[in-house]
């Protein structure tokens, strides 16, 4: 699910700031329902969206390691015709400042080019949750090389969009390795509003439906701001099959 970056407008820069500073590298760029192991808290986005009548559930919480800032992240989404609509809903708490909410709804469109590459598009929007206000808007394009049947390769370009600042990119670089039904890695490295970040993930794939995911990022540079992100993700069907 696509998911806010950097909130800059006045009232929330405050407690913004501390999530940067504690290392929450926003809250976890484009994330999208596949079969492989990118999307669910992952920056880099895959193109490609769940089958025709597949729903999903995305739960996952991002904590700093030196401050115990915590983000919070509910992700429900369904395919509907061509697109994969969802919304986001995110909770973050920094130390010494009150919980921020937001909401956010997404639209993903994806198709294959050939058997190896994919291309797609996902746009969203995010509102805060109190008071209703727009704070931002998202625009990614991502693109899948599936180059062995073990590993594929995501690439992404974007922009974000808040009032008042402007736009400013977004980019990626994933690789997934995908060595058993069971199990997959992936290792990311990701740029948003100038800053540079990396994170290295495992994901286990309990049965067809349930996945769980464990990864650890940091930003790139003398301060590092490390975080650990924990997720589950449960796909089913809206007939409740």
């Not at 929450?24 to 009548?53: E, F, R, T, Y």
């Amino acid at each position: 699910m696509l998911c806010p970056r950097i909130l800059q407008e006045a009232p929330l820069a405050a407690p913004w700031a501390l999530m940067i500073k504690a290392g929450l590298a926003g809250l976890a760029g484009l994330i999208a329902a596949s079969a492989q192991a990118a999307g669910g808290h992952h920056a880099v986005d895959d193109a490609s969206i769940m089958d025709p009548g597949q729903c999903q559930l995305e739960l996952w919480q991002e904590r700093n390691v030196h401050d115990s800032g915590t983000l919070t992240h509910a992700g429900p989404g369904c395919r509907l015709g061509a697109l994969e609509w969802g919304l986001n809903l995110d909770r973050v708490r920094a130390p010494g400042e009150a919980a921020l909410t937001l909401v956010g709804p997404q639209a993903k469109w994806a198709m294959p080019l050939n058997p190896s590459w994919s291309v797609g598009a996902s746009v969203g929007a995010n509102w805060t949750g109190r008071e209703g206000r727009y704070t931002s808007s998202q625009l990614l394009v991502p693109v899948t090389w599936q180059a062995t049947p073990a590993l594929a390769v995501h690439g992404n370009l974007g922009l974000d969009q808040q009032p008042g600042v402007g736009s400013s990119s977004r980019r990626g670089l994933a690789a997934e390795w995908t060595p058993s039904p069971h199990w997959s890695f992936v290792a990311e490295r990701f740029d948003d509003h100038g800053a540079r970040h990396w994170r290295g993930g495992v994901r286990y794939l309990v049965d067809e439906r349930l996945s769980l995911d464990l990864s650890r990022a940091a930003h790139l540079g003398p301060q590092t701001r490390p975080w650990w992100a924990f997720g589950v993700n449960w796909t089913f069907s809206r007939d409740g099959r």
